[in-house]
């Protein structure tokens, strides 16, 4: 279930032109200050941007090229982003159902899906609350369910974190984590949070007006902040952990 992504988009000022792969069951981080082309490459990847030359290509199967454009929902791709976009004339469970349904689950069998997402995260009494009776966190989470039942090949996990409070972030990081390993779902994860990287990702790039400047592991790359922005991201790291820029070694 690898992909590979060689893509060029046109934008003003810039184009975004880039080349990486994911491996099957691995997670990248997507780093780079805002407008450096993040979004641009996430939403190419979901279908949203089509591309102006390269190929994006998911376990064989090519989504889109110069010529050719698969729509979004042919993809196997899933999304989840800052804002968890719930239905809102939906309760939770038949949020997650419409995920499962959108994998190829008929009703029935999306409907058992959803209850069995919603035992596994423990949200059995909000199962039958729509979505402005949640928290911040019990959306996401509800997002998270809704973007697994449909089984994708690859999640792509664009700033997810952004908007809940601190440990509300670090539940989600784990559960994310405990649900990619345990899918076996291979992902992206854009993001401007060092505690993202290191929690949820294997191997990070790093981009700059539509370029990559730096891609490795997350360790290698926050060892050798490849720029000011990634010297910066570095630096929220305590200053006890092993990455962290202020911990000088003689």
Known sequence: MTLEVALRVPRTGF???VEFQVPAGSTLAMMGPSGSGKSTIVHAIAGIQKIAAGRIELSGTVLADAKQHRPPHLREVGL???DPHLFPHLDALKNIAFGARAGGLDKAAAKAAAAEWIARLGL???ATHRPEALSGGQRQRIALA???AAAPKILLID???ASLDV?????MRALVREELDRTGTSAIVVSHSAADALALADDLLVLERGRIIAQGTVQQVFAEPANRFVRAVAATLPAQHPMSIQEEQP
């Open 15 to 17: 184009d975004v032109d």
């Open 80 to 82: 989840l982003g800052q």
């Open 124 to 126: 059995e009494e909000i």
């Open 146 to 148: 809704r973007a697994l």
């Open 159 to 161: 700033e997810p974190f």
């Open 167 to 171: 440990e509300a972030a670090m539940d």
